[in-house]
């Protein structure tokens, strides 16, 4: 690197689920990296989305949405979410401009009161609000924490979005740009294709299967030079839900399967073929072999 003045550095994002942390770390990587989903808990690993730039290097990690555990799945979350924070250089901790302050927010501030790191507060969905209400959306924050900057943003049309990496960069120590510079996620591709495969499943199927869903992608294997050729299991906890995703004649799965695969195609620039099957394994959330069998390892969080 010639730049001698060159940041880079990690950076946690925070919040309680849905207030949109994975549509900006898209927005800011300028791909598909964090699933996206209106359904609570649909990030589970510390997904991490790299922006590069002349000036500056920074390796964004999207932390699972804090919320009470109930299964030892929700347990392994909630611990990777918080261990997060202690290894970065900056916490960005978003809330939505569309909803009051709650007991979820709370929780998260008395966690990020043990962080010695410079913390933002991110105002996500302002374009879902009348600009006169922001500052009373902001008063409810702003003095929970001794915040490094307060700044208002719409993820989904990337309002003032510029700005917040702007101010990230000017606290980032200098240092080594880590990855090169048109890498956008440090996960293998088998990870994010598992990722993109279980976001068709909770689009298509909303609240049936909320989130007794893993994704289990079996083998990657290149046909030719144009073509990959993927096997993945979807795996459930109950037969009923197999039934769902499957849907009367096969429709389900098969439109779960074209939808990931276009998301894929793109990822990977090349044709593929995905075939799918749909596995029930009981109570596989509860059960630790099962979770590192589906990827969610210790050494991971």
């Keep these: 690197m010639d730049n001698p003045n060159y940041k880079s550095g990690f950076v946690a994002i925070i919040g309680r689920p849905n207030v949109g942390k994975s549509t900006l770390l898209n927005y800011v990587v300028g791909q598909k990296v964090a699933i996206m989903s209106n359904v609570a808990q649909t990030t589970r690993n510390k997904i991490q989305g790299i922006y590069t730039s002349p000036e500056a290097q920074i390796i964004f990690i999207d932390t699972p949405g804090i919320?009470?555990?109930?299964t030892k799945l929700g347990d392994f979350m909630e611990k990777s979410a918080l261990s997060a924070l202690d290894e970065v250089d900056a916490v960005l901790f978003v809330v939505s401009a569309?909803?009051?302050?709650?007991?979820?927010?709370?929780?998260?501030?008395?966690?990020?009161?043990?962080?010695?790191?410079?913390?933002?507060?991110?105002?996500?969905?302002?374009?879902?609000?009348?600009?006169?209400?922001?500052?009373?959306?902001?008063?409810?924050?702003?003095?929970?924490?001794?915040?490094?900057?307060?700044?208002?943003?719409?993820a989904l049309q990337g309002n003032n979005v510029n700005n917040l990496i702007?101010?990230?960069?000017?606290?980032?120590?200098?240092?080594?740009?880590?990855?090169?510079?048109?890498q956008?996620?440090?996960?293998?591709?088998?990870?994010v294709i598992a990722e993109m495969i279980r976001e068709k499943v909770f689009l298509l199927t909303r609240q049936e299967v909320?989130?007794?869903?893993?994704?289990?992608?079996?083998?990657?294997?290149?046909?030719?030079?144009?073509?990959?050729?993927?096997?993945?299991?979807i795996i459930v906890e109950?037969?009923?839900?197999?039934?769902?995703?499957?849907?009367?004649?096969?429709k389900m799965l098969k439109k779960i399967g074209t939808m990931a695969r276009q998301d894929i195609e793109r990822l990977l620039g090349d044709k593929v073929f995905l075939?799918?099957?749909?596995?029930?394994?009981?109570?596989?959330?509860?059960?630790?072999?099962?979770?590192?069998?589906?990827?969610?390892?210790?050494?991971?969080y």
């Design 238 to 250: 109950r037969p009923g839900q197999k039934g769902i995703i499957i849907g009367k004649g096969g």
């Design 98 to 154: 569309t909803e009051k302050r709650g007991p979820g927010d709370d929780f998260i501030i008395e966690r990020l009161k043990k962080v010695n790191q410079p913390i933002f507060l991110v105002v996500n969905k302002i374009d879902q609000i009348n600009p006169n209400d922001l500052p009373e959306i902001v008063d409810q924050y702003k003095d929970a924490l001794p915040f490094k900057g307060i700044v208002p943003i719409s």
């Design 184 to 191: 956008v996620s440090d996960h293998p591709e088998r990870f």
């Design 166 to 182: 702007n101010d990230l960069i000017k606290i980032l120590p200098n240092g080594p740009q880590y990855y090169p510079a048109d």
């Design 275 to 300: 075939q799918l099957w749909v596995k029930v394994v009981p109570d596989w959330r509860d059960k630790s072999a099962m979770l590192k069998d589906y990827g969610y390892r210790n050494k991971d």
């Design 67 to 70: 919320h009470k555990p109930s």
């Design 210 to 233: 909320p989130h007794s869903v893993a994704v289990d992608v079996t083998s990657i294997k290149r046909e030719d030079e144009n073509h990959i050729h993927i096997s993945a299991n």
